[in-house]
Protein backbone atom coordinates (compact mmCIF):
# COMPACT_ATOMS: atom_id res chain seq x y z
CA UNK A 1 0.00 0.00 0.00
CA UNK A 2 1.67 3.46 -0.97
CA UNK A 3 0.33 6.73 0.56
CA UNK A 4 -0.54 9.73 -1.40
CA UNK A 5 1.26 8.70 -4.41
CA UNK A 6 -0.07 9.95 -7.55
CA UNK A 7 -2.11 7.89 -9.64
CA UNK A 8 -1.74 7.89 -13.76
CA UNK A 9 -4.85 10.06 -14.02
CA UNK A 10 -5.21 12.72 -11.82
CA UNK A 11 -8.58 13.44 -13.29
CA UNK A 12 -10.87 12.00 -15.86
CA UNK A 13 -12.65 15.61 -16.49
CA UNK A 14 -9.38 16.93 -17.35
CA UNK A 15 -9.01 14.20 -19.95
CA UNK A 16 -12.49 15.12 -21.35
CA UNK A 17 -13.30 11.93 -23.15
CA UNK A 18 -14.91 10.18 -20.53
CA UNK A 19 -18.41 9.65 -20.39
CA UNK A 20 -20.05 11.63 -17.43
CA UNK A 21 -23.10 10.56 -15.14
CA UNK A 22 -24.29 14.31 -13.91
CA UNK A 23 -24.71 15.24 -10.33
CA UNK A 24 -28.52 14.92 -10.93
CA UNK A 25 -28.08 11.70 -12.06
CA UNK A 26 -30.05 8.86 -9.62
CA UNK A 27 -29.30 5.13 -11.24
CA UNK A 28 -30.76 2.17 -9.48
CA UNK A 29 -29.67 -1.14 -11.26
CA UNK A 30 -25.72 -1.76 -12.75
CA UNK A 31 -23.95 -0.02 -14.93
CA UNK A 32 -21.65 -1.12 -17.03
CA UNK A 33 -19.51 -0.25 -20.34
CA UNK A 34 -16.31 -0.01 -22.23
CA UNK A 35 -14.83 3.16 -21.94
CA UNK A 36 -14.03 5.63 -18.88
CA UNK A 37 -16.46 7.08 -16.32
CA UNK A 38 -16.87 9.90 -14.12
CA UNK A 39 -19.88 9.58 -11.30
CA UNK A 40 -21.05 12.88 -10.26
CA UNK A 41 -24.45 11.46 -9.16
CA UNK A 42 -25.82 8.84 -7.17
CA UNK A 43 -25.37 5.06 -8.45
CA UNK A 44 -27.38 2.35 -6.24
CA UNK A 45 -26.49 -0.95 -8.24
CA UNK A 46 -22.99 -2.22 -9.51
CA UNK A 47 -20.93 -1.09 -12.11
CA UNK A 48 -18.28 -2.05 -14.43
CA UNK A 49 -15.99 -0.64 -16.34
CA UNK A 50 -13.52 -1.22 -19.51
CA UNK A 51 -11.79 1.78 -18.98
CA UNK A 52 -10.95 3.98 -15.33
CA UNK A 53 -13.77 4.84 -12.93
CA UNK A 54 -13.93 7.92 -11.01
CA UNK A 55 -16.21 8.55 -8.49
CA UNK A 56 -16.23 12.48 -8.16
CA UNK A 57 -16.62 14.61 -5.16
CA UNK A 58 -20.18 14.60 -3.48
CA UNK A 59 -20.94 11.48 -5.65
CA UNK A 60 -22.31 8.15 -3.87
CA UNK A 61 -21.59 5.27 -5.29
CA UNK A 62 -23.63 1.40 -3.14
CA UNK A 63 -22.78 -1.41 -5.40
CA UNK A 64 -19.21 -3.79 -6.34
CA UNK A 65 -17.02 -2.17 -8.59
CA UNK A 66 -15.00 -4.17 -11.67
CA UNK A 67 -12.77 -1.52 -13.67
CA UNK A 68 -9.42 -0.99 -14.79
CA UNK A 69 -8.28 1.48 -12.27
CA UNK A 70 -10.92 3.48 -9.33
CA UNK A 71 -10.33 6.73 -8.02
CA UNK A 72 -12.68 7.91 -5.10
CA UNK A 73 -12.99 11.20 -4.63
CA UNK A 74 -16.58 10.49 -2.62
CA UNK A 75 -18.45 7.82 -0.89
CA UNK A 76 -18.41 3.77 -2.02
CA UNK A 77 -19.51 1.39 -0.24
CA UNK A 78 -18.54 -2.05 -1.90
CA UNK A 79 -16.22 -3.91 -3.04
CA UNK A 80 -13.45 -3.05 -5.40
CA UNK A 81 -12.04 -5.13 -8.22
CA UNK A 82 -9.00 -3.00 -10.73
CA UNK A 83 -6.90 -4.75 -12.76
CA UNK A 84 -4.48 -1.34 -12.23
CA UNK A 85 -4.23 1.64 -9.23
CA UNK A 86 -7.20 2.35 -6.70
CA UNK A 87 -6.63 5.75 -5.57
CA UNK A 88 -8.89 6.86 -2.51
CA UNK A 89 -8.38 11.15 -1.89
CA UNK A 90 -8.95 13.02 0.99
CA UNK A 91 -11.90 13.20 2.40
CA UNK A 92 -13.49 10.09 0.42
CA UNK A 93 -15.47 7.68 2.18
CA UNK A 94 -15.12 3.76 1.15
CA UNK A 95 -16.36 0.81 3.16
CA UNK A 96 -15.49 -2.22 1.31
CA UNK A 97 -12.79 -4.67 0.39
CA UNK A 98 -10.34 -3.14 -2.17
CA UNK A 99 -8.17 -5.20 -4.52
CA UNK A 100 -5.73 -3.82 -7.32
CA UNK A 101 -2.12 -3.35 -8.61
CA UNK A 102 -1.63 -0.49 -6.03
CA UNK A 103 -3.61 1.11 -3.61
CA UNK A 104 -3.42 4.62 -2.52
CA UNK A 105 -4.57 6.45 0.06
CA UNK A 106 -4.48 9.96 0.77
CA UNK A 107 -4.34 11.21 4.58
CA UNK A 108 -7.56 12.53 5.86
CA UNK A 109 -9.86 9.44 3.84
CA UNK A 110 -11.75 7.24 5.53
CA UNK A 111 -11.64 3.51 4.68
CA UNK A 112 -12.86 0.56 6.38
CA UNK A 113 -12.40 -2.74 4.56
CA UNK A 114 -9.56 -5.10 3.63
CA UNK A 115 -6.64 -4.03 1.07
CA UNK A 116 -5.46 -7.00 -1.34
CA UNK A 117 -2.73 -6.15 -3.42
CA UNK A 118 0.02 -8.09 -5.49
CA UNK A 119 3.55 -7.28 -5.48
CA UNK A 120 7.27 -7.77 -5.94
CA UNK A 121 9.64 -8.94 -2.93
CA UNK A 122 13.05 -7.47 -2.78
CA UNK A 123 15.77 -9.52 -3.79
CA UNK A 124 17.22 -10.06 -0.18
CA UNK A 125 13.33 -10.55 1.08
CA UNK A 126 12.36 -13.94 -1.39
CA UNK A 127 13.07 -12.06 -4.59
CA UNK A 128 10.93 -12.20 -8.05
CA UNK A 129 8.34 -14.26 -6.55
CA UNK A 130 4.34 -12.53 -6.63
CA UNK A 131 3.23 -12.08 -2.81
CA UNK A 132 -0.60 -11.75 -1.93
CA UNK A 133 -1.10 -9.48 0.89
CA UNK A 134 -4.19 -9.22 2.63
Known sequence: ???????????????????????????RGRVSGDG????????????????????GDGATLNGN???????IDGSLTGDVD?????HIRAGAR????????EIALEEGAAFTGRIDASFELPDGLGGGTTNRRK
Open 36 to 55: DLRLEGDVDGDVKIGGALEV
Open 94 to 101: VAGNMSGS
Open 65 to 71: VVANSVL
Open 82 to 86: AQGPV
Open 1 to 27: MSRGSPTKSRSLQAAGDANVLGRSVRI
